[in-house]
């Protein structure tokens, strides 16, 4: 069964840290909200495509995969720089730098990098 934080995530964990999972879902709607146009052009797709493909990516990466997507597609659609990016961010945050946030797509603004 495919996981959803609207279905299991949310209550879980609520359940387990009160109102944690408002602040959470907050957070997901704003991520998800969020217009990633430039970066999706530069790539050639549509914004929801590469979106999905960070997400699908990020998720992998904590052993979640999905039957009916192809992870072709996140190597296709995310060089090899913004993979190690995402990686490090995700992964190991305290390891992300300002220089490097900095240094990292210069062209992009800064909601379009977080």
Request: proline content about 3%; glycine content about 6%; charged content about 30%.
């Amino acid at each position: 069964q495919d996981y959803s934080w609207e279905d299991h995530g949310f209550s879980l964990v609520n359940r387990l840290y009160s109102d944690i999972g408002h602040l959470l879902d907050e957070k997901f709607r704003r991520v998800g909200g969020l217009q990633s146009s430039a970066m999706a052009k530069r790539q050639g797709c549509e914004p929801s495509v590469f979106k999905r493909g960070i997400w699908n990516y990020i998720h992998c990466m904590f052993g979640i995969r999905y039957d009916d997507y192809d992870y072709a597609e996140v190597n296709h659609l995310l060089e090899r720089m913004l993979k190690v990016y995402i990686k490090t961010v995700t992964c190991y945050p305290e390891k992300t730098k300002p220089e490097m946030f900095d240094r990292f797509w210069k062209q992009f603004k800064h909601s379009e990098k977080v």
